[in-house]
């Protein structure tokens, strides 16, 4: 059997061609049997180059160094082909695949030139064949030359037309194979997405959005939580409610983009756009200590948060728990009880259930034997200022006494004896508190409504539970509205949510100091985060809707950073802090009323440990909303003093008057004591009109700095 080299050994001379088309020499360096190739060398601009090329490719180009196939020559088969006759014969036996064109007969014109002086025999009778004619050998050589064109000339055309197979080497194969996959994954792309679009509902809006949800689900594990699981004991617990979907998002088509897998993890499947238009799921993962899905009720939350928070104050300790989130999201329904439509069963909130564990809590031997007291009182904090809602909305003053103590005065505390005293004093003062209309919300909750269950033994506080529902955290973003009660509303809100977290963080990292006067929530409930016997709990509200989804983001965000520095204490930072005010357009206040005030002490302390969440001009404008707002107390005040000291004047006068009614009177004493009281009067009024003046220019102030603030960006969908 002759090799497939043919006459091709190392250090062969052989015609190449360049990818660029060019044809040159190249000497063999190599044999490659197994691939059927050779690598060939040459030299160009001083540099030794080479590649590797297939048999058929140097064959093609180089014909007179092909194989010859030996066959024993007997009387009955035809002379032996010439070299190129044999070549194609080659290729023709390799290429199976390939059908044969118009031209492709080789073997019938190649038997009907004679290439040596024998005389052919024929194979089917023709019709008066001309005898052979000996010709010279001149003529022989002139049709083997033309022999050898037309068959280069062939091979040359098939392999234009893809009929010459050529031996491919690995990478290539290997390319050819990716492609292969990659169409193949296209079509069943395509089979999908056409099976998809045949089962698909067009009247949702993100239909695309909800398979994808669908799909990323479908691969989860779910574990959510149930009543067999064990209650841990927190310092700090902070959980995530999710609600369902709500009749207005249904009628929408509104997609739910929030999933819960287990009993601590809550994910976000944010929608995002690319470049391209093409849109895709951004899956954000948060932990917190519990999480309950749109089936939990109002019991099994009450059970894994408030509950365990209950035997704190009957140990002489201070209990809170916060419903916190957008409005909407659940927080009233979470703490007040279930709605049927505008009416609300107040005895199915954490309120009663907190109430009704209390009560029975009494009841207990250890506990009975203390003789307590329970007291109960409600109370809203709406743009600085503080309202009882049992007592027709009277307004309250916030005050420190002698020994650094907060006291509302002039808050009524009832006495209750039983669950039903407290869901009365519920329903009382639910109907009382402040609502607003937000792009989130129609009756927006503009105020924090705080509802304390108080133990006293012989008068003296023994125990307090505070339950709070938060103001709904969207209003905190509006700051830069045109209206100023907005502006105010949001500047409260968002000022005081920022302190109370950073409070909570203060509980959970015992520090020295906690910044409770930076706005009015935290500055009542001081007593509620100082401490070691001081627990709080924290129930992050969440609508699951897909138009609600960055505000959900904002809450979890909120509720994870309350968490996240208590459990890892490796972010724990003391020490020096960033100076974020450096350059800060504050010099239109007065020194000394800010250093002075320390209000604004833990105000700039606020906003320093919440650097990305407060730019220079929101603090700019916290500085003027805290500024306008005391001096507005402090103008009605003094308004109030001048008012009840013009009744005195008016004695005063009147009792002068009358001494002018006598014959007699002493005129220079009635000069006298007129004087005094013009001048007491005019050093009265001229100090209340500058505060007024004051007044002015601070209401100035804060709205010149409302404009400074930066609007805040949108994420795209």
Same mark, same amino acid.
């Given at each position: ?9 190392? !250090?062969?001379?052989?015609? =190449?061609?360049?990818?660029? *088309?060019? =044809?040159h ?15 060939v060398?040459w ?13 058929e490719? @140097?064959f ?23 070299? +190129?006759?044999?070549? =194609? !014969? ?8 390939i059908a ?16 040596r002086?024998?005389?052919?025999l024929?194979?089917q ?41 050529r031996?491919?080497?690995n ?11 990659r ?8 089979e ?11 009247? @949702?809006? !993100?239909?695309e @959005? ?20 064990l ?34 993890? +809550? ?24 999480a ?10 009450y ?18 728990c916060?419903?916190? *989130?957008?409005?909407?999201?659940g ?17 199915? *909130? ?21 003789d307590?007291?329970?007291y ?49 004093l519920i329903?009382?003062? &639910? ?15 503009r105020?924090?409504a705080?509802?304390? @269950? ?15 529902d ?48 930076a ?13 070691? &016997? ?28 309350v968490?996240?520095l ?13 100076? =974020? ?9 007065d ?28 603090f ?10 005391e ?9 109030r ?31 006298t ?11 009265v009024?001229i ?23 930066n ?7």
């Amino acid at each position: 059997m002759a090799s497939p080299f043919g006459k091709i050994v190392v !250090n062969t001379c052989v015609e =190449i061609k360049r990818s660029d *088309g060019r =044809i040159h020499q190249a000497m063999v360096s190599s044999l490659n049997e197994e691939n059927e190739s050779v690598i060939v060398e040459w030299i160009e601009n001083g540099d030794t180059k080479g590649k590797e090329i297939d048999l058929e490719t @140097i064959f093609a180009l180089n014909p007179d160094v092909a194989p010859d196939e030996h066959i024993e020559e007997s009387p009955g088969t035809p002379p032996p082909p010439t070299p +190129v006759s044999s070549k =194609i !014969n080659k290729i023709a036996k390799n290429r199976r695949t390939i059908a044969p064109t118009k031209n492709d007969t080789p073997s019938r014109d190649n038997r009907g030139i004679p290439t040596r002086a024998k005389p052919p025999l024929p194979q089917q009778p023709e019709p008066a064949p001309p005898p052979p004619v000996q010709q010279p050998v001149q003529t022989n050589q002139n049709q083997m030359q033309q022999q050898q064109n037309e068959s280069s000339h062939l091979l040359m055309s098939r392999k234009d037309n893809g009929q010459l197979s050529r031996r491919k080497s690995n990478c290539v194969k290997e390319v050819e194979k990716l492609q292969e996959k990659r169409e193949r994954r296209r079509l069943q792309q395509q089979e999908l997405r056409e099976k998809r679009a045949q089962e698909v509902d067009t009247t @949702i809006p !993100n239909y695309e @959005i909800m398979y994808m949800i669908r799909d990323f689900r479908a691969s989860l594990d779910y574990r959510p939580l149930t009543t067999a699981d064990l209650i841990e004991e927190h310092r700090i617990c902070v959980c995530v409610r999710k609600r369902p979907l709500n009749k207005k998002e249904l009628s929408m088509k509104d997609l739910d983009v929030i999933t819960i897998p287990s009993k601590d993890v +809550v994910m976000v499947h944010e929608p995002k756009q690319k470049v391209d238009l093409t849109r895709y799921l951004e899956n954000q993962t948060f932990r917190f200590d519990y999480a309950f899905d749109e089936s939990a009720t109002n019991e099994m939350v009450y059970r894994f948060t408030a509950r365990p928070l209950v035997e704190t104050i009957f140990e002489r300790g201070m209990a809170t728990c916060f419903a916190y *989130g957008q409005t909407g999201s659940g927080k009233t329904h979470t703490m007040g009880g279930d709605f049927s439509g505008k009416n609300q069963d107040c005895s199915k *909130g954490i309120y009663a259930l907190a109430a009704r564990d209390v009560f029975l809590m009494l009841k207990k031997p250890n506990y009975k034997k203390l003789d307590l007291q329970v007291y109960a009182t409600f109370f809203e904090i709406y743009s600085g200022k503080v309202f009882d809602l049992l007592n027709g909305k009277a307004k309250l003053r916030v005050l420190e006494d002698g020994k650094q103590q907060v006291q509302v005065v002039g808050l009524q505390e009832k006495e209750v004896r039983g669950t039903e005293d407290v869901l009365r004093l519920i329903e009382v003062g &639910n109907s009382c508190r402040t609502s607003g209309q937000t792009s989130a919300n129609a009756h927006s909750s503009r105020s924090h409504a705080v509802f304390q @269950i108080i133990l006293r033994r012989k008068e003296k506080m023994h125990g307090k539970f505070s339950l709070i529902d938060l103001a709904g955290n969207e209003r905190g973003a509006d700051t830069s509205s045109a209206n100023r009660q907005t502006r105010l509303e949001g500047a409260e809100i968002n000022k005081s949510l920022l302190a109370l977290k950073e409070c909570i963080r203060a509980l959970g990292r015992n520090k020295a100091h906690t910044p409770f006067r930076a706005s009015k929530l935290t500055q009542v409930l001081r007593d509620s985060f100082i401490g070691e &016997n001081s627990r709080t709990c924290m129930i992050a509200t969440i609508s699951p809707g897909m138009t609600s989804c960055e505000n959900t983001l904002n809450t979890l965000r909120y509720a994870n950073r309350v968490k996240e520095l208590t459990v890892d204490p490796n972010q724990v930072m003391e020490g020096g802090r960033p100076n =974020i005010h450096a350059g800060n357009p504050l010099d239109y206040l007065d020194d000394e009323w800010v250093t002075a005030s320390p209000q604004r002490d833990d105000l700039k302390l606020l906003c320093e440990q919440n650097e990305e969440e407060v730019s220079p001009q929101l603090f700019t404008f916290h500085e003027a909303v805290s500024q306008l707002v005391e001096m507005e107390e402090q103008v009605l005040e003094d308004h109030r003093a001048v008012f009840q000291e013009s009744n005195r004047w008016l004695d005063d006068e009147k009792v002068l008057l009358e001494m002018t009614e006598e014959v007699d009177y002493d005129v220079e004493s009635y000069v006298t004591q007129l004087e005094q009281i013009l001048h007491q009067k005019i050093d009265v009024l001229i100090e209340l009109r500058d505060k007024v003046k004051s007044f002015r220019t601070a209401l100035q102030q804060e709205e010149q700095a409302s404009r400074q603030i930066n609007p805040k960006r949108p994420r795209a969908l």
